[in-house]
C-alpha cells in the first residue's frame, strides 16, 4: 500500500482503499448541487467508501445527499471538524 494512504489510514482511524483506475489519485471539484468544494478522485471515493462503511454517514433514499450519522459526528468533531 501506498504510505500517504496509510498516514491517511491512520489519521482518519478509517480504512481506505484506492481501485486501479484512470480517475486520478485526488482533484478539486465543486459539487453541482450544492456548489460547494469537495475531495474527488481514487482518494476521495476511498475515504467515501471507507466512511459509508464505518457508518460516519449514510445515503439518504431521496436524493444524493449524505446523513451524518451520531457517530460521524464524533469521529468528525475528534478530528477537529465541526458539522
Sequence with gaps: MDSSVEVIEK???????????PRPLIRA???WTERRPHLAGRL???????????????RRQEDRALALT?????????????L
Design 11 to 21: 489519521s482518519l482511524q478509517l480504512p481506505v482503499s484506492l481501485v486501479d483506475s
Design 44 to 58: 476521495g471515493k476511498g475515504v467515501l467508501d471507507g466512511v459509508l462503511a464505518d457508518g460516519w454517514v449514510r
Design 29 to 31: 471539484c465543486t459539487d
Design 70 to 82: 451520531a457517530k460521524g459526528r464524533e469521529r468528525f468533531f475528534a478530528l477537529g471538524i465541526e
